[in-house]
């Protein structure tokens, strides 16, 4: 079991535990105890987005051409990387900062759709208010495709008595009443520019009680190529985050023809490792990941299972973070694990859950059928419902309920 200073969500299959989140301060875990304990019964959540314009916001260096937010050549600063966080030496940036979102949230995750051409980079920050008093900014990961000025990676050391990141989730001490985003793109070269064309946030305060909500009837079963972690020998039983996006975007390369989306898990990896907490379970590292091969992805937080069963039926898989005790979950290759990714395909008749689940030892035995009640426990008291929504643009998913 590997352990650092900073809080690490890992996928380690070492004594039978599967995907383990670990942290020498405290655990995802800890922090839903800490919000039962304030009285929060239910969750509040909700998930904001940017405009494709992004109208409404505070343009310092950055412009929107060709449909995304890109570098102003004009207007550009001139920084150095006296923190060796970046790139070491000199660099060129720009910023765009959204206008005072309202939300009450305790945690939140952005995530974006961006490309990065070797040399750039980009970064998304946020700030809450919490009792009338503006936080610092927190910076929620450096982001870029390949390895070139430096490797992808979240940011460590930002705890004050506001709160803290937690490798890609910013924890609050108390309930904010609003949040303000801020996008950094930066580049070696003025010539060069990455280009986000969106980003979100998902926001939760309180946690959600499984089996509160009963299902909705729609019924599924979704063919998504089949695809172990466990057959890879050189630390694939720490690649269930890659694995799940490798077998969602397999799934779209066949429903689309567009062969481009069949990547294989190894190269996932690559594409979504973290290099701080050294591993590649980045919630959205991951979705941008595959939002920068052309799909659409996003981390949301839902609130039941009935909410997955409306973007099966759409015909869109999703990938769910999952944790239980032994004998908590019924048919899991491995018996407990402190943090685990799969890919929810479906639901049979009687409601409960058809996945593919990477823990099993061949790509055969991935298909398994979970208990509602078992799997929604998993689900929503551990990562409080922490969802990956990957698809084609264009597709028809369900209609927006605030929740994505």
Request: charged residues 15%; proline residues 6%.
């Amino acid at each position: 079991m590997r352990s650092g200073t900073f809080v690490k969500r890992m996928a380690t299959a070492v004594l039978g535990v599967g995907c383990l989140l670990l942290s020498m301060n405290i655990s995802v875990a800890e922090n839903n105890l800490n919000l039962k304990k304030s009285g929060a019964a239910t969750s509040v959540k909700s998930y904001w987005q940017s405009p494709l314009s992004f109208s409404g916001g505070q343009f310092d260096g950055t412009k929107v051409s060709a449909a995304a937010l890109q570098v102003d050549r004009a207007k550009l600063y001139a920084g150095f990387d006296s923190l060796g966080r970046y790139n070491g030496g000199a660099y060129y940036y720009g910023s765009y900062t959204t206008d005072v979102i309202p939300v009450a949230f305790t945690e939140a995750i952005p995530s974006w759709q961006a490309n990065t051409p070797p040399g750039t980079w980009t970064e998304i920050e946020l700030s809450a208010q919490v009792g009338g008093v503006w936080t610092k900014w927190y910076t929620l990961g450096a982001w870029l495709e390949g390895d070139q000025p430096f490797a992808r990676h979240s940011i460590v050391g930002q705890s004050d008595a506001h709160g803290y990141v937690a490798t890609d989730t910013l924890i609050l001490s108390k309930s904010a009443t609003a949040v303000k985003a801020r996008v950094n793109l930066y580049t070696n070269d003025p010539a060069q520019t990455p280009s986000l064309r969106q980003f979100g946030i998902t926001f939760s305060n309180g946690i959600d009680k499984p089996g509160k909500v009963p299902g909705n009837g729609l019924t599924s079963a979704l063919d998504v190529p089949k695809r172990s972690q466990m057959v890879f020998p050189d630390g694939g039983e720490v690649w269930c985050s890659p694995t799940s996006t490798s077998m969602v975007m397999a799934y779209w390369a066949n429903v689309t023809g567009n062969s481009a989306w069949d990547i294989p898990v190894p190269t996932v990896v690559q594409g979504v490792w973290d290099s701080r907490y050294d591993g590649a379970g980045n919630w959205p590292f991951n979705t941008a990941y595959a939002s920068s091969l052309g799909l659409d992805g996003k981390v949301v937080r839902l609130s039941s299972l009935a909410e997955v069963q409306q973007w099966t039926a759409a015909g869109v898989p999703v990938i769910a973070s999952i944790a239980y005790k032994k004998g908590a979950l019924d048919n899991s290759p491995i018996p407990s694990t402190d943090g685990h990714l799969l890919v929810i395909r479906g639901f049979d008749a009687a409601g409960n859950v058809l996945t593919n689940d990477p823990a099993a030892a061949s790509d055969a035995g991935v298909t398994i059928t979970y208990d509602r009640l078992q799997f929604e426990k998993a689900w929503l008291n551990n990562s409080n419902g922490t969802t990956y929504l990957i698809y084609p643009p264009g597709w028809t998913t369900p209609a927006g309920n605030g929740h994505w």
